[in-house]
């Protein structure tokens, strides 16, 4: 399925990667150390491991070259502090922060767990479950949603979960791996942004000051269109059989072939034929699941001080979500380990197997998450977000009813080049809260949903996100498979979302705006749905 790219593309491709080559020669020339710093020259590093990932088609490469042009410009070009800067401000330095090394372990024990289950046969146990109750592609992909709606505490854990959890199902009723990615990533940031009980909610209230957090929180949830259209979209999607895009290429594959990659690299192809316990059962699936789901929501809320006598909402606003998640996980993994050694469904020799498969399931991912963290270290380093913010704080004042649009807009771009939206949070939602807090109560709700809103969606197409990342693991789907084909997903999200936010900034209504975008969905999809069947695209 995958076509030769035409002699144009290539040369299109060339002049492209020649281009940033120029770039980055001409602030070699131009400038030093000292003049990149808050400049636009501090976005170039994520623009080029951005661009050539989606060249390449190669991420690790990809975000080295990034990694590498950020300590360039720092350094001023010198060796020896192009080095310096790259290894020990960047990749040293990353993984020797607590909170990135928190969620690399958690990763790496959701990677355990994954492997305990598939070899007790609990997800296979599952699988046929499910099968039997879940008869269509349709029912396959509702259910998706709906488990990843309910694991609203946090991304990294929706991703990881939702995957393991339904991956067997969708794959029975030939879904793709691009498809369960896009699903698994659309359910995890989204929910989780208009959830007032999540790590996200507890993020987002720490950057207001002055304020009562989870309170304005509240209140930015009708707003956050970018969240809410997209769980429309999903929704609307799954259940007129419509897709389009590369996504369409890689569901007609997996339909009429069965082949849930399309392209030839398939990472996680391998784990499929590991050996599994004819004793697994539906329980070996479930109990585990829920235990996880249980001992991470106390992890969290005892890391925020819950049993020191805080209430459960204000425990979670102060919830250190990378500690409380190891120590859920780990908690999680011995119950399992407990329960198949008792039931024995495994012999503890096998259990014992089942650690370094889980690790190197994970390597992919870790690997990603590492550059993708050393490239936040360079952009932050170079002064980027003091660059956005001062444009931000700037030009905010005089565009008043136009400001929602316009924030949203910025927190994309911002989002989708470091990769983070939690950054993009703390540097314009206070700025919003300092520009309207006293004059326009209204607006400043609006423009920080927006801002919200931004951020998750430039979160949600950036092949350097954290989240991206995770939903491909989560998947088990090639990377770049996974960017390509959501990208369109989101672009048409987004572009409703900001037709929707220039509404809201002149209504001021929720009640007005919401309704509008989702009938401009709806439209949309409906236009597309004709569209590839004129193409001869049309899933029965």
């Not at 491709?13 to 020259?41: C, E, G, N, R």
């Not at 192009?82 to 990135?100: A, K, M, P, Q, W």
């Not at 289950?117 to 609990?122: D, F, S, V």
């Not at 954290?466 to 491909?472: E, G, N, W």
Request: glycine share 8%.
């Amino acid at each position: 399925m995958n076509k030769k790219p035409s002699k144009a593309k290539k040369i299109c491709q060339i002049i492209i990667i020649l281009a940033m080559i120029v770039l980055l020669v001409v602030a070699a020339i131009t400038t030093t150390a000292d003049t990149v710093q808050k400049t636009a020259w501090a976005l170039l590093p994520p623009l080029i491991a951005i661009v050539l990932a989606l060249i390449t088609k190669e991420v690790y490469s990809s975000l080295f070259f990034g990694v590498l042009a950020g300590g360039l410009l720092f350094s001023g070009f010198t060796f020896q502090g192009t080095l310096n800067h790259v290894f020990s401000d960047g990749i040293i330095s990353v993984l020797s922060d607590s909170y990135n090394v928190g969620i690399l372990v958690f990763l790496v024990i959701l990677g355990m767990l994954v492997a305990l289950m598939n070899r007790a046969g609990g997800s296979a146990a599952f699988g046929e479950w499910a099968g039997k109750h879940i008869k269509t592609r349709v029912g396959a992909q509702l259910a998706t949603i709906l488990l990843g709606c309910l694991i609203f505490i946090d991304d990294y854990f929706n991703c990881l979960t939702v995957g393991s959890v339904m991956r067997p199902v969708t794959d029975k009723h030939h879904v793709s791996r691009a498809k369960l990615a896009y699903l698994i990533d659309a359910t995890a940031a989204p929910v989780c942004i208009i959830a007032p009980i999540s790590s996200w909610a507890a993020a987002v209230s720490g950057f207001v000051q002055g304020q009562n957090g989870i309170s304005l929180f509240v209140q930015t949830i009708p707003y956050n269109y970018y969240a809410l259209l997209t769980i429309a979209m999903m929704i609307t999607l799954a259940v007129t059989k419509t897709d389009y895009g590369p996504m369409a290429i890689h569901e007609k594959n997996a339909i009429e072939n069965n082949d849930l990659f399309t392209t030839p690299d398939r990472p996680y192809a391998d784990a499929e034929s590991q050996k599994v316990s004819p004793k697994g059962t539906v329980f070996d699936l479930i109990i585990p699941v829920v235990a996880l789901v249980i001992c991470c929501v106390i992890g969290m809320i005892y890391t925020g001080g819950f049993f020191s006598g805080k209430s459960f909402v204000e425990a979670f606003a102060d919830s250190d979500a990378s500690v409380g998640l190891v120590l859920g996980s780990f908690v999680g993994l011995v119950i399992t380990l407990i329960l198949y050694l008792v039931r024995r469904v495994l012999s503890f020799q096998e259990c014992m197997e089942c650690i370094p498969e889980g690790f190197k399931a994970m390597i992919s991912p870790i690997l990603i998450l590492t550059f993708a963290w050393s490239l936040k270290a360079m952009t932050d380093s170079l002064g980027a977000k003091e660059f956005v913010a001062a444009i931000v704080k700037h030009s905010a004042a005089g565009f008043m009813n136009w400001l929602p649009c316009i924030i949203f807009l910025i927190a994309v771009f911002l989002s989708f080049a470091t990769g983070t939206s939690w950054g993009t949070f703390g540097i314009l939602i206070p700025i919003v809260v300092n520009v309207f807090q006293n004059s326009d109560y209204r607006m400043m709700i609006i423009a920080m949903s927006a801002c919200m809103a931004g951020a998750v969606c430039g979160d949600h197409c950036s092949p350097i996100s954290d989240t991206t990342i995770m939903s491909s693991a989560g998947a088990q789907s090639n990377h770049l498979n996974h960017v390509m084909t959501q990208l369109p997903y989101a672009m048409t999200c987004a572009a409703i979302s900001f037709v929707t936010y220039i509404i809201a900034g002149f209504t001021k209504s929720a009640w007005i705006s919401l309704p509008c975008g989702i009938v401009m969905l709806i439209c949309v999809i409906l236009f597309l749905k004709y569209r590839e069947k004129k193409m001869g695209f049309v899933e029965k």
